[in-house]
């Protein structure tokens, strides 16, 4: 019996296998857009002229942060239907999910309900960046 660990936050997914106690990274998921600021995402404003005296420029955002929102929900759908993917296949017999607060919350919303009745643990914690013995020890208890 197979446990998928996926370890994500809104720009980078990791996903990872373990058999016995054993780790393997199988895939990564890759969303630049995730690490952009809002006023990066929205390009309604024209373009300055280079002949326009330079002043102090302020970055443009929603209050809410609406296109942040929309990549991140892009992203935790995209990872969830790789996860989908993997039980299709009866790849994936378990599964656990590490990521920051906001994101797993995402991350749990886009999951169809049979995978989701696959998590066994979630873990509220950013490891997107960590080794593979950091990523090791924080779910070695996690059965």
């Known amino acids: 019996m197979t446990t998928y660990i996926v370890v994500a936050d809104a720009a980078r997914a990791r996903i990872f ?10 895939d990564s998921l890759v969303h630049a857009e995730g690490r952009l600021h809002e006023g990066d995402l929205v390009t309604d404003r024209r373009g300055a ?3 326009e005296s330079v002043s102090t420029s302020v970055r443009s955002s929603d209050e809410d942060g609406a296109a942040s929102q929309h990549e991140n929900e892009l992203f935790a759908k995209k990872v969830a239907q790789r996860l989908y993917s993997a039980r299709v296949d009866n790849s994936m017999a378990k599964l656990i999910m590490v990521a920051p607060p906001k994101f797993l919350g995402l991350l749990r919303e886009k999951l169809d309900n049979t995978t989701h009745k696959l ?25």
Do not use: F, G, P
């Open 49 to 51: 002229d280079v002949h």
């Open 17 to 26: 296998t373990r058999d016995a106690l054993d780790l393997t990274e199988h």
């Open 119 to 143: 998590v066994i643990h979630t873990l509220a914690k950013d490891l997107s960046k960590a080794s593979l013995a950091d990523i090791q020890n924080a779910v070695s208890d996690l059965r």
